[in-house]
């Protein structure tokens, strides 16, 4: 099959962009970049779909949700971190069932899917049930299982049931060409110095991942004085659990000190700017992370937080959310937080084969349409899809070769089906 549009937005090192482009790809993907007369000649034989007026570029990587919390949009705002999770968030959760997360998982992938997001890190608890509905969707996925020292929990009612779960996921899915696992205990103030440490066992036990949420407040740094005598970073480094696998969701409230931390332990870190506006948490001094070469991408935390999975959003917020908290309008430029969400999400899920559309990489793609208003005219076709596109202008989502979206049709999922069934959820959270 080979793809091809007025714009092809290639993400290499370089950062090129193509006019009148085309890629083909073969076997999950991409085979051939190049201009379309070139490209074609090359392979006659294939079929071509021609986008036309659009721009085809690497599908966006969402660096930190939680999906099956779009059981939870809507459910409660306008309130602190710690109030909205102990008061309404916690409570409602323990509630939860398997199916539910699966079913809420689905509708979280219909979002993703249709705004242009290909692949995503995910943190929950039945982090196995995310991830049958993330590969039932086609969306490559890192999906974490959540834990905490809170037993019996809704993933397994005591420590070695939950870890035997952590167990048994990372069999099913083993080698699985979209699916990855992790183990992601969920923060410093919910967990002990012991189960971070057998977190991190098991993670390497399991050949799994590693990520936390990490310094999303100051409140969170606070406790974790108190309770252990230094911030979260250098508490969680005492411990040994930060290496190169790590990925670490918000960083906001974090010094020099901190930062040098991630940067010798070589973790990424994602930055969640709706989130910690809407929750009033601070932002996080991307520019100094960016100076140390910490590796950033781009998450919208979950949609009972957010409220929303989209990743076009996200750009846009963490692009003026820089400039208005360094008074000034050259940091976090557009070129910079597209690279966020591609490049920097490639090195969050820990996947160097995705974020960029070259020869050899893993084909996953979208095409953005250019003909509505808000899209014209086109100087610079990364400043239109950071500061101009809204999301809903994909038309096109392509994951490991297959299509999973196109001009509004679902290839994957049933969302009439699905929007029913959210419904429902909603009537059983206010039962």
């Known amino acids: 099959m080979i793809y091809a549009a007025d714009y092809i937005l290639t993400q290499n090192a370089a950062r090129e962009c193509l006019r009148g482009g085309a890629i083909a790809v073969e076997g999950g993907r991409i085979a051939d970049i190049g201009p379309l007369a070139e490209v074609r000649a090359r392979r006659p034989a294939a079929e071509v779909l021609d986008l036309g007026e659009a721009v085809i570029m690497p599908g966006l990587i969402n660096g930190h949700t939680h999906i099956p919390m779009s059981a939870l949009r809507g459910f409660s705002d306008d309130k602190a971190l710690m109030d909205w999770l102990q008061k309404d968030i916690f409570p409602i959760e323990n509630r939860l069932t398997r199916d539910i997360i699966r079913t809420a998982s689905l509708f979280s992938c219909a979002e993703l899917i249709r705004t242009g997001c290909t692949a995503f890190y995910d943190m929950y608890m039945m982090a196995d049930a995310a991830a049958g509905a993330a590969s039932e969707a086609g969306l490559r996925a890192v999906l974490g299982e959540s834990v905490t020292m809170y037993f019996p929990g809704l993933a397994g009612a005591t420590e070695r049931e939950l870890f035997d779960r952590v167990r048994g996921y990372a069999l099913a899915w083993k080698n699985d060409p979209l699916i990855t696992g992790a183990v992601a205990p969920h923060a410093v103030y919910t967990t002990s110095p012991g189960l971070l440490e057998r977190c991190r066992d098991l993670a390497d036990e399991t050949g799994f991942l590693f990520a936390m949420h990490m310094a999303e407040t100051e409140g969170e740094t606070e406790t974790c004085l108190k309770r252990n005598g230094m911030r979260p970073l250098g508490y969680c480094n005492s411990l040994g659990i930060l290496r190169g696998d790590t990925t670490l969701f918000h960083m906001v409230d974090v010094d020099d ?175």
């Open 257 to 431: 000190g901190d930062l040098r931390i991630t940067s010798e332990c070589g973790c990424a870190v994602v930055h969640n700017p709706a989130s910690n506006m809407k929750l009033a948490s601070g932002v996080a001094p991307i520019p100094r992370m960016t100076e140390l070469g910490i590796p950033v991408a781009l998450g919208t935390d979950g949609p009972a937080s957010n409220n929303a999975q989209n990743m076009v959003r996200e750009m846009y917020l963490a692009s003026l959310l820089q400039k208005v908290d360094n008074l000034d309008p050259l940091e976090a430029p557009a070129s910079a937080v597209l690279d966020m969400a591609t490049l920097g999400g490639a090195k969050a899920l820990h996947n160097p084969d995705i974020g960029s559309l070259e020869k050899g990489k893993l084909a996953d793609f979208i095409a953005v349409d250019l003909t509505s208003p808000n899209m014209q005219p086109v100087h610079n076709i990364v400043s239109n899809i950071v500061y101009s596109a809204t999301g809903f202008e994909n038309r096109l989502t392509v994951v490991n070769g297959r299509i999973l979206y196109q001009d509004g049709e679902f290839k994957t999922l049933d969302y009439a089906a699905l929007r029913a069934k959210i419904r429902l959820i909603r009537d059983w959270v206010h039962q």
